[in-house]
Nanobody
């Protein structure tokens, strides 16, 4: 199973970015799909999560600014990030709970998001 992210980059404060992640490989289903981020010197933290049924969770710092969505046919998850702040600067990682032989956790390679003030 591979998770490949795209869409990171450099943006000014107040701007928007859209991150995408596609899961490929041999698996029977995907449960939750999530976005995490890790800023320099900090622990990796959960940003947003969406279940296979469409229920969502957002970390408090991003509520009202970020929107997570997924396409269960294309096995993709997207994070729309609006009103970006310098404190959103981090490497963003896609995560998925995937059923292979049992449920296993997979990570993407990460994509850099930099927000300038």
């Amino acid at each position: 199973v591979q998770l490949v992210e795209s869409g990171g980059g450099l943006v000014q404060a107040g701007g928007s970015l859209r991150l995408s992640c596609v899961a490929s490989g041999s698996f029977s289903s995907i449960n939750s799909m999530s976005w995490y981020r890790q800023a320099p010197g900090k622990q990796r933290e959960l940003v947003a999560q969406i279940t296979s049924g469409g229920s969502t969770y957002y970390a408090d710092p991003v509520k009202g600014r970020f929107t997570i969505s997924r396409d269960n046919v294309k096995n993709t998850v997207t994070l729309q990030m609006n009103s970006l702040k310098p404190e959103d600067t981090a490497v963003y990682y896609c995560n998925a709970l995937v059923r292979v032989r049992g449920w296993q956790n997979y990570w993407g390679q990460g994509t850099q998001v930099t927000v300038s003030s």
